[in-house]
């Protein structure tokens, strides 16, 4: 691993020579907040000067009030942009009806590589019958489900899906923000210790000692690179990463390769 | 021109969530590693315990340090904590300390004329930046003192990503206000500030040790910039702001 220099060609600003794959991110406005350049173009411009190869989006009109305009949107960026984005069906549990009906409108389109879902947002507890629907067809289709996770959300807390994990061993859940504070991290490594199909989001505003964190709690390979951008911006969620205190083999790992897998790419 | 941090904290902390104290040779190792030149440091016991003990306690800490300049934390001279701002200011620059910060909330009092004016008035005549945490005070607050003292080179820190509807309207208003980077993680915000309002406006900053030095940088470093634009923020402004008490580069 000799010769890797990422904090180096990080200190340069140059963009970094490794895989990485960014498995958590939006796109589009948001109603609570300005975003500058939130569209395709925009987050390509964010991911070619850090050198990420390629981006799981799921707009944020998915998570918000029209879920089906939402899941469009992704539909026509991974087809303008196959080799850039891979989308994430957005499904809305308060609408039962028609949660089934949307995945199955989307799953057999090539770059739709996961099902996302906010229990927060959507105040919606993970082990509602909606969801248990939702795991199930995701079994059955291959794709993850990724779905944020806070410390303390009556429904989504990180052991929450211990539970919801072991009850679904096919299903493959990644918990987007890892609990969402230092505290919430410790929940969501223990979650993942209780079930081979749970892996770990790095994303977060404020959690920039978690990286080595998960590593020390979970090893390398079920930890993957997220920035939630552009609800923020990528670079320092990148910068978690290279400047973690981890071998470079875990740094490779949590970048790039483990999203390559995750998703078969 | 050189990579300034223009913010950052030693010493032990009340709740510890570090784990460790952060020390000056930990702050070094990671100014290091980031490729950081010089800090802007304050003690954790001006702001959790009492300034005046922590004031003395940096000073000291850093006598031998040549990347680490020290800051202190202020308190208004009403209740007699402080003597009259004058001669804290004499005191900052014999000891050349280039920037003072204030906790106005931690500390309870108000951060507007009427509960430190006279703080803010020996600020402004001396040219001595002013470093506040958005969390310590307010944006109407700012404003206010923006506007009452214009000559004040403001820098307000702790400002998230959620604030572009609030902040673009005060760099518009104020021009004696800039913003520490370190919480401002909007999407390609610092070229779109930039872009708007120009590159002298924003003031890198780490936060260390509750948010960490090199990915903090990296958003400045992989700003869609132009490389002139990126060396004011990473130092370039810092310096500015610090020439009127004294600060060569």
């Known amino acids: 691993m000799a010769g890797l220099k990422l904090m180096e060609t990080a200190n340069r600003g140059l963009p970094i020579q490794a895989t ?12 609570n907040f300005h975003i500058p350049f939130n ?4 987050m390509i411009g964010s991911m070619d000067s850090l050198g990420i190869r ?6 944020h009109l998915s998570i ?3 879920f089906r305009a939402g899941n469009d949107l992704t539909l026509q960026t991974v087809t303008r942009f196959p080799d850039r984005f891979m989308g994430a069906i957005g499904i809305n549990p308060n609408y039962p009806d028609l949660v089934l009906p949307e995945i199955r409108r989307f799953a057999d389109e090539p770059g739709m590589r996961a099902i996302k879902l906010h229990p927060s947002l959507h105040n919606y507890p993970a082990g509602g019958d909606a969801y248990r629907e939702v795991y199930e067809e995701a079994a059955r289709r291959n794709l993850p489900v990724t779905t944020h996770t806070w410390r ?13 994990a072991l009850e679904y061993p096919e299903t493959v859940f990644l918990l987007i923000h890892s609990g969402g504070d230092m505290n919430g991290i410790q929940e969501a490594i223990e979650s993942a210790r209780k079930s081979d199909n749970v892996y770990l989001d790095t994303s977060g505003s404020t959690t920039f000692h978690m990286v080595e964190r998960l590593y020390r709690g979970l090893g390398s390979k079920r930890i993957l690179f997220g920035s939630d951008s552009p609800f923020i911006d990528p670079a320092a969620q990148l910068g978690k990463i290279i400047y973690a205190p981890i071998p470079d083999e875990a740094k490779l790992d949590i970048m790039g390769l483990n999203g390559m897998k995750l998703l078969g790419i | 021109m050189r990579t300034i941090d223009s913010n950052c904290m030693i010493g032990p902390t009340t709740l510890n969530a570090r784990g460790s104290e952060y020390t000056v040779a930990d ?6 590693v980031a490729g950081i030149d010089l800090a802007l440091v304050y003690h954790s016991l001006s702001k959790e315990h009492d300034p005046a003990t922590g004031n003395k306690m ?10 680490l300049k020290p800051v202190w934390v202020l308190l208004p001279e009403s209740a007699g904590d402080f003597g009259p701002i004058d001669d804290t200011l004499e005191l900052m620059m014999e000891e050349k300390v280039p920037m003072a910060r204030v906790y106005p909330k931690q500390h309870n009092f108000s951060f507007s004329d009427w509960g430190c004016r006279a703080l ?16 310590q005070t307010s944006f109407d607050q700012v404003s206010a003192v923006c506007s009452s003292h214009p000559g004040l080179k403001l820098v307000l820190s702790d400002v998230a990503y959620r604030t572009d509807r609030f902040i673009y309207p005060l760099l518009e208003m104020h021009p004696n206000l800039h913003i520490e980077t370190a919480r401002y993680q909007t999407h390609r915000g610092i070229e779109a500030i930039t872009g708007r309002f120009g590159a002298t406006r924003l003031v890198f900053g780490s936060r260390v040790p509750e948010l960490a030095c090199g990915p903090m940088a990296m958003t400045i470093r992989y700003s869609r910039i132009g490389e002139g634009d990126r060396e004011k923020i990473l130092g370039g402004n810092m310096a500015r702001l610090m020439e009127g008490v004294g600060w060569r580069d």
């Open chain 2, 27 to 32: 702050l070094v190792a990671e100014l290091d």
């Open chain 2, 120 to 135: 803010l008035d020996g600020l402004e005549r001396s040219g001595m930046p002013l470093m506040i945490d958005l969390g």
């Open chain 1, 54 to 59: 390629s981006t799981l989006v799921c707009p």
């Open chain 1, 64 to 66: 918000g009030p029209d």
């Open chain 1, 152 to 164: 303390g959300d009556k429904n989504c807390a990180p052991s929450i899906y211990a539970e919801v």
């Open chain 1, 39 to 42: 569209d395709a173009e925009g």
């Open chain 2, 58 to 67: 940096i000073t000291e800490i850093l006598e031998d340090q040549d990347r």
């Open chain 1, 20 to 31: 990485v794959i960014d498995t958590h991110a939006h796109m589009g406005p948001y109603w």
